[in-house]
């Protein structure tokens, strides 16, 4: 069962920006660092972005760097997922996720709570 929601895709044409928004309802979610992942058709799931648990430190996965941005706000339990100049390869089901230890923000099997994910898909 979910824990997180995702909301914000949708389609976009290349070059074009949406912003994702990841809502963790009733979790101590201030004390967790959180990950966005994405998985396109055939492809296995892979880190995106990833955001400190008081936002002090992000780190971002090469294919994404520049473009996309990730931010926090702990007051309204949510993190964000800014992508700007979207190509074709961005593609993907978007998940957010929480992990507790920063050491494993890049890797999906050390995340504890996921949600359904938010498809996103820009055409070229």
């Known amino acids: 069962q979910a824990q997180l929601v995702e909301s914000g895709g949708g389609l976009v044409q290349a070059g074009g920006s949406l912003r994702l928004s990841c809502l963790a309802p009733?979790?101590?979610?201030?004390?967790?660092?959180m990950g966005w992942f994405r998985q396109a058709p055939g492809k296995e799931r892979e880190f995106a972005a990833a955001?400190?648990?008081?936002?002090?430190?992000?780190d971002y996965a090469d294919s994404v760097k520049g473009r996309f941005s990730i931010s926090r706000d702990n007051a309204k339990n949510t993190v964000y997922l800014q992508m700007n100049s979207l190509k074709p390869e961005d593609t993907a089901v978007y998940y957010c996720?929480?992990?507790?230890?920063?050491?494993?923000?890049?890797?999906?099997?050390?995340?504890?709570?996921w949600g359904q994910g938010t498809q996103v898909t820009v055409s070229s």
């Open positions: 955001i400190s648990w008081n936002g002090d430190a992000t």
């Open positions: 996720a929480a992990v507790s230890a920063w050491g494993g923000r890049g890797a999906a099997s050390r995340y504890a709570a």
């Open positions: 009733g979790r101590a979610f201030s004390g967790y660092h």
